[in-house]
Every structure is written in structure tokens, then in C-alpha cells.
């Protein structure tokens, strides 16, 4: 796989007239700053975004080739490549097996098996590598992260990528599979595995072809790194659908259920989700128990925060007395000891460092909840609760709630390894998830 | 209660400097542009942003009296108030029942009820009427809308204005009631009820006292319009924070939650279910059924959709074959004709909309999911749903993606009275809701 993803030049066969596919991942390559040679090729040779056209490909060194000209014309076109030695191939053309041209797409397997070529497609969205700067897809470019995204549906792919960049929420890789006539969401994450910028893993899948192979090897590797899948197809009329897109078997929901969570896989219902769960696990990949503490300057936030977690199965226990006395002495009197640990309107950045000091021998976890007001600073906030997070060793996450008083804080604490969600129930479902994972791991 | 948000006159007593309370208040009403006379009251006379700051009010005639100042002084100056005929006060500082000072407020209360004088608060944020441009309130100026949120929690109430602002979403009032030692919810959704200005009436409460009487006004209340409530304090650990932060006895929250069924009230989670379901009641008061049509240009997020209804109870059935027939002839062959309803990549407006007219009458409402392309104008999808939205007769929920792409197309959505959700599972949650309340009208 590494020619996918680390290739050191990139042909693309497409048309190159403005809006067209290829113009478009021309120019996302040429503007992303991709690092080696890009090679545009169509017979109407010419120029675009400064690099020349090729009418053809005959003496080019071609490390990965990226298709989307007419369905029709793909088979001779790969087997030249074939007869060139290219052996890795992307096909973002669609017509294939999603519209029931099942032999067409045969004929694609055919002729990667004899030339002993790798093909990502087709009906894809194409495939990124953020740290060489590789943007061979029409989609948004992603912003530099520590989370692989493979996707089978490739549209679903644009919307990641679009919903990503308002976030602000980078990708190491991005890979869409389409209809998987040969790599498959399997080989992807075994390259994945071991690729050192990804810190997550995650998938979203329709149905899996070779269910068993998956969970093997997904059982292996989320020792080693997190595995977040979105299933869709849960409902009957969610599989009627799904078979009917992508023609894969989506299979009863409640097997892939009972599976994932065998396999240590960490599910999630929706995008948004899979965002949140990601910024959770690439700062703490572990918690290793239940008992959550939530420091606030404001009662209601952290009164809905503390119902989360408790419907989610987590405690927000009181804590002890010596830690009571403790309390007593560093905040000033007005403040509630029980937990949530209520710091009132004035609570500053003194108060909430000292008090997530003092509680993280008793938690597992602290949520600090902060409401801006006009007269506190969240970026002191922020930095004081990241300065304490060195000394404490626990997970401390941020629920530093709307609004540009915050802005700067979030960015703060985001320096600080400190992932801000922003309402506080959003945080207990991240832990939730979390805590269930690594608890079968002690 | 019509002094308080149609006040002719407001006198703000309260520190002047900047960045202090009274400030922050005179800043809002001036920069927001409230219509009747401002009177910022301080000993140190002068003035600020324009407005003369006196420093007695003997002669001024005051519609309504903000109170920002230290608490101890708060009585004496209720007392002269009184004396003045000035019958409706808001209180914003705190110091009173929220930190034991029971004796404090129960004077506060006496006070009112010698002069007949209503009081709301302490401890609260203020109050907010878009359509005078009354901002008595240190909290962003709320935008003009068709919600009215009344909540017990000043804090929240600021986060909510903060989130509001961020999403363009509106209120018709405002108010934070605190302590509540005499105005309450109740009084409050008794002016709310026949307040023209608002469609949807929403509720942030930690714990009720005349627990019997709200739930006899809001059974009434919901045949004319909705009640959304936020009801902070379902867990053990909830209940006993509530109960130290603002003196409220949350009590059992599952005689809270059956009664609120019982009155029609819509419960909601948090924040943002809240400003999810508004939004959707504003253009939607009743759904008439549980058959839901996806409509669609991408498989994935359609599924997924489709999955979140099923979970939730509603069914997202295949059309009669007679539909089928009559589909066939307006889309191109490759559309599935099953429900969802995936016009593929090349779904235009003119699909979108010919397909939301033909499938109307077998389903309830439609939710209308547009993945952007490069290629398709969102504006043009949105203005054609606009306008089959007028024909049909049948709600329609938009789910336009991510992205600065739709920006422009949600922003027509919002003309025609579609609401967009930027995931179809959102969506799905809120027409749920509202079909299980409209079902019982039935």
C-alpha cells in the first residue's frame, strides 16, 4: 500500500477542462503542495496550474495512477498501465457494480490479478496523505491530523471532509474504497497499523464481505491503536438501502454489534460522533475508571453534564472528607466541596488548577466546565488547567462553552493536549466510550 | 407582567464603571436601540454612552427597575421603589437563597408584597424583548426570533444567548428568573401563552415548587403552542447539585418525567436539542403520522438517516408500486425507487423537486438531504423545495451537508420556512418528537 499513499509521482487520467475531475485534483495537488512529480494526462495536451499536460503516458515514471475518465475506455487504459508496470491505481469512475454492471467491474479484478496491480475503487472519492502533502481526490482537502479515515461511501467522504474543516479537525490519511473491487477496508487498516502519524483509526462501512478476517484483524490492532467504526445499515430499511447503493450485504445489525464490540472496536452512531470520540482518544487512549469528577463555574451546565454521565453508567461520586478539609482551605467559603465542585462566578484560574489538583487522586477523569463571562480570561483558564494536567497524570477535558470569549481558550487548551467539547454531556459520552474500551484492557 | 417586557422607561441601578454590571446593561440597551428612556442611576452622576446617569431618581417616572447593586443595599432601596410606585423589578445580584441568606429573600419577598410590587430574581441574568429592543440583561443581545426561553439558571441562560448567537438562532423573549422569590415559570408561560410574538415556548428548570399548578397551565397552554423543557437534575448525583446550587428540591425525576408526557410537554436532553427541536416546531407544529421519506443525492448519510428513524420508531417505507410507476417516468433509470429516495450524484433541483411532489401524498413529511457538489447549486435545490413545500402541503426537514458550499442554500431553506439540520439524524429526532406529541392531538 505504501505506493498509495507515498507515491513519488502521481498520474491523472482525466479531463482537465475547468470543473472537470482532473482539474479539480490538479489543482488540489499543485495547491495542497504535493512533493513530487504530478502528471496530467489527456490527449487534449496543453497547461494547467503550471504543470504541462501529457498527451500520453509512454516514458513517464508513474508511481500512482488516478482515473476518472468514461467507465467504458478503463479497461485498456489499465492494462496499459499494466504492460507499463504501474501497480498501483485509484478509479474514482463510477458505472461499475453500484449500477449493476457486475462483469465490467470483474473484468477490472481480472486485470489487476494478472499485472499483479492494487486498485482503490471504483465509484471512490480518492486518497490523501496530509504529510506529503497528497490530495488525489475533488474533495476538500484535509488539515494536517493524527486521525485515518477510510470510508466505502465516498460521498459520505466529502461530507467528513467538509464537516472537518469547519472543526478545525485534521487527518493523517484519508482513503475512500468505493466499491472495493480489490483493497479493501482490510488492507487498509493493516497498512494503517503501522503507519506512525495515525494515532486513530476510522471506518465507515455499509456491510464487510470477509467479516471474520476484519475482526481478526481488528482485534490485533486495536492493542495497539483505536479502532472507531460507523455501520451503517442498522434498520431494515437502512439495509434495504444500503444493498441497493453499494450492492454490498449490510447482514443483520445486531451480529456486526455483538462483533465490534468482541473485537474491542468502538462504535459510534454518527459523524459528529466519530469527530468527538477521536479528539477524545488521541489525547487519553485510556481511562481506567468510573469515577468522574466536574469542575464548574456556573450550577447548570454541570448539573446536565453530572445526568449524562450517570445515565451513561459512569459515577460522579462526593469526595471524601479529607479531601472536603483540604477543599476548605484553598477555596473560599461560599464554594460547594460536593462534586460537582461548583466554583461559583468568581472562580478563577487559580481556583480551578488548585481544585483539579487536590480532587485527581479520587478521579478517574475531570470535566471542567467553564462559562464565560466578560470579566474572566479563558485563555488563563486554559493554561493553568494544562499546566496542571502535566502534574496530575489523569484526563482532564474541557467544556469551555460557546462563544467568542472562549475562542481563544479552546485554542489553548487544544496546545495543551486538552480536547473541549462544548456542552459537557458531549464530554461523558467521549469518556463512556473510552472507560469501556480500556476496561477490558486491565 | 407587561411592564417587564413592554416597559416604557428603565432605570438601571448599578456600578457604572467600566466593564461592571451596569455598564454592561446601559451598553445593551443603547447599542441594541430600545425604544423607550434609559435611566442609568448611580451616585456618581455623569455620563454614559450617551445617557445622562443621575444620581437619585425621585422624579423619574420608571417603568422598570434593574437592580445590579451589592445585596445588603438592595432592601432599603426596594422599600423607596415601593414608596415611588414603581411596580416591576428585576434583580440581578446574587447573595441571597442560593448561599443560605433565606432570611435576606424571604425580606425581598415581604417588600414586594406590601407595595404590590412583582419581583424577578434575585440572582439572575435579566430580561430580553427583540421586538422593543429591550436588552436589560449583561449577557449577548439575543437576535430576533420566534422562541421565547425562560430559564431558572442565569449561567445557562448566558451559554444559551452565546450558542444562539453562533447558530443565527432567534428568540422572541428572554428571561432568567433566579431564585425566583416571587415571579416564576409559571407566571412567566402565562404571559408567554398569549404573546404573539412567540411560536415556541422553551424552559430551563432545575426543580419545580408548584409542581401541580405548572403542569395545569401548560396542559392548556400546549393546544395553543408548544413547550419545549430542559430539566436539569435526573441523577442521584444531578439531584444533589441542583439542590445545593440554587436551594431547589429537584425530587424524583421520574415523576417529572411522566408528568411532563401527561401535560404534552417536549422534554429534551440538552441545549442543543433544544435549539434542534425550536426550530423545528416553529415552521412544523404538528406532524400527522410516522411514514417518512428520505429524499437524496448520496447513499451513506441517506442510510444512516434512515437507520435514526427506524431506532426511533418511525418507519421509512417503500413507495406503492403505483408511485413507482409514475417515478419512473421523471427520473433517469439508475434511481432507486425505493425508499430513500437516491437521486444519485446528477440529482438536481428539478429531481429533488419533481420527487417530493410525486411521493407526498403516501408520506407524512420528507427529509431532503443534499451532499454538496461543485457542480450543483445549493441555492437552486433549496428555492426548488421552497417552492414544493408551498404545493405539497406536507412538512419538509432539509439536511443540506457541511460546508461553505450549502451556506447559501440553507439560507434560502430559511425563507421558505424549511429547517436544516446539518445531519439527517438530527432530523429524524426531532420529527419524532413532534409526531409523538401531535399524535395524541389526533
Not at 483509526?201 to 483505536?226: C, D, H, M, N
Request: with cysteine.
Amino acid at each position: 500500500m505504501k505506493s498509495f499513499f507515498n507515491p513519488h509521482s502521481v498520474a491523472i487520467f482525466a479531463s482537465m477542462k475547468e470543473g472537470k475531475t482532473g482539474y479539480e485534483i490538479v489543482k488540489n495537488m499543485v495547491e495542497g503542495g504535493f512533493k513530487g512529480e504530478i502528471y496530467p494526462i489527456n490527449r487534449n495536451a496543453g497547461e494547467i496550474f503550471g504543470q504541462k499536460i501529457y498527451s500520453e503516458f509512454g516514458n513517464l515514471d508513474i508511481s500512482l495512477a488516478i482515473i476518472a475518465i468514461p467507465e467504458q475506455f478503463i479497461p485498456s487504459l489499465l492494462k496499459e498501465l499494466g504492460e507499463k508496470g504501474v501497480k498501483s491505481v485509484v478509479i474514482i469512475s463510477a458505472g461499475f457494480s453500484e449500477v449493476g454492471n457486475i462483469k465490467e467491474e470483474e473484468e477490472l479484478k481480472n486485470v489487476a490479478k494478472k499485472y499483479k496491480m492494487r486498485i482503490v475503487g471504483p465509484n471512490c472519492a480518492g486518497i490523501m496523505n496530509t504529510n506529503c502533502n497528497l490530495f488525489a481526490s475533488i474533495e476538500v482537502r484535509a488539515l494536517l491530523g493524527q486521525t485515518a479515515f477510510i470510508t466505502q461511501s465516498g460521498a459520505l467522504g466529502g461530507v467528513v471532509l467538509m464537516m472537518a474543516e469547519e472543526l478545525g479537525f485534521g487527518f493523517s490519511k484519508f482513503a475512500s474504497y468505493g466499491n472495493r473491487c480489490d483493497v479493501d477496508e482490510i488492507d487498509l487498516i493493516k497498512y494503517l497499523e503501522n503507519d506512525s502519524q495515525t494515532r486513530v483509526i476510522a471506518i465507515y462501512i455499509e456491510g464487510l464481505i470477509k467479516g471474520r478476517e476484519f475482526l481478526i484483524q481488528t482485534k490485533r490492532i486495536v492493542s495497539k491503536k483505536p479502532i472507531i467504526v460507523i455501520k451503517a445499515g442498522k434498520s431494515k430499511a437502512g439495509m434495504r438501502a444500503t444493498s441497493s447503493h453499494t450492492g454490498s450485504l449490510a447482514g443483520e445489525d445486531k451480529i456486526y454489534d455483538a462483533a465490534f464490540k468482541q473485537a474491542g472496536i468502538l462504535r459510534v452512531d454518527n459523524v459528529s460522533e466519530m469527530f468527538d470520540l477521536s479528539r477524545g482518544l488521541i489525547d487519553y487512549p485510556n481511562i481506567k475508571g468510573n469515577r468522574i469528577a466536574v469542575v464548574t463555574n456556573s450550577g447548570g451546565p454541570a448539573v446536565m453534564t453530572t445526568d449524562k454521565l450517570e445515565e451513561l453508567g459512569l459515577v460522579v461520586p462526593e469526595p471524601s472528607e479529607r479531601l472536603k478539609n483540604k477543599l476548605k482551605k484553598i477555596l473560599s467559603p461560599n464554594v460547594s466541596l460536593g462534586n460537582p465542585f461548583d466554583l461559583l462566578a468568581y472562580g478563577d484560574a487559580e481556583n480551578f488548577a488548585s481544585t483539579c489538583e487536590a480532587i485527581a487522586p479520587e478521579y478517574d477523569a475531570i470535566i471542567a466546565i467553564f462559562v464565560p463571562t466578560s470579566f474572566m480570561d479563558s485563555t488563563k483558564i486554559a493554561r493553568a488547567l494544562g499546566e496542571v494536567k502535566k502534574k496530575i497524570n489523569k484526563p482532564i477535558f474541557g467544556s469551555f462553552m460557546a462563544g467568542i470569549l472562549v475562542k481563544e481558550g479552546i485554542e489553548e487548551l487544544k496546545k495543551y493536549g486538552i480536547p473541549n467539547y462544548e456542552i459537557g454531556e458531549r464530554c461523558a459520552q467521549v469518556i463512556q466510550k473510552i472507560y469501556l474500551q480500556s476496561y477490558k484492557n486491565y
